[in-house]
């Protein structure tokens, strides 16, 4: 996943989802910055040594008094709990972006973290309190390092939008599939242009006036935002959020093109899609957005785990469903294989 701004918007989806864990592990991390001290406080201690004797009985008061209430807030969950939570995060991380291995730092210390917290649970010894204390400082420093640069990233990318012709508003498409060959990339591009031009005729605009508009693409993960006429993008829009369900089940082969079109009509975005077509004396209008909508919906092709509109997830595929990193690595390197092939068999029939 290379495309910045897509990956930006969904690690900082995926820190959201798992609010729970990190509330706990940034309440721990907020209470062990109270542990520094000031060096005025220990340079006004003066050289008497009852001074100095009374101030270490305070400093010793003050850290049992936030060890007592670091550990009242990793008593708040329950060990079993944290385990859960940690693995969930952990398992969403690998799936996330391939780097979040057994040598990425941040899931070294979230493995870590779970055993941990349960010793400091238990309260065995004092500098257990320590111990967790300073792996939630880690996963902490860790995670906002990675947000902060999120969005710095969404961020420029906002700057650099381009004023909106009048009427005029952004479809943004993003997926985390990769297409490596030109060919199949301008035919997403195609395919995209062809359902809009088609439900531009069921409003009865001239799309010939009001052109679909490229404002930026991106590869890697595959992202491009496009500007169209307002009432259109919205209708697409709608469209493809509203069947977002029936895409996924498409894709993984568990329905038919028959069934996914049966489905789709059902759909409230679809629906009012044809009322419209019916206001404009336009016959037969499904067959028509289906004559576009389905070559669009194909070419997200199985490898496709996320289908994003507008910054908002409309395909998800569940854990068992989703390709692991080994088998999408060796799809990229079949196709690699067959390229090279045909390069060599054409250089031998030279």
Known sequence: MKNFYFYSKQFLRLIDKHDELLQLIYAVTEKRNSFIIEPESILNVSNNQGHQ???????QKNINDINSEILEIIRSMRPNRVYDLVNSFIQDLNLFDQTYND??????ELKGFSEKHTDAYSE????????VTESSFKITQTIDDSKDKSNFVIREFEKSSKELPVNYIKLRIGTDQDIPLVEDFISVFKNLEDLYIFVCYLYKVDEKVNHLILNQVSTGSWYTEILG???????????????????RDLITGKIELEKFENDCKKAEAFINLMAIAKEHGINNAELGVFKHLNPLVESFKNDTTILEINDEEVLKLRKIDKLTLVERQSKRKEL???INLSIEAKKAKE
């Open 336 to 338: 690699v294989e067959k």
């Open 53 to 59: 004797a009374a101030a270490l009985i305070r400093l």
């Open 229 to 247: 006429i307002k009432q259109v993008v919205i209708s697409i829009e709608n469209l493809l959020k509203g069947i977002g369900g029936f895409i």
């Open 103 to 108: 040598e990425n730092i941040l899931i070294k």
């Open 124 to 131: 065995k010894q004092s500098s257990l309190i320590f111990i």
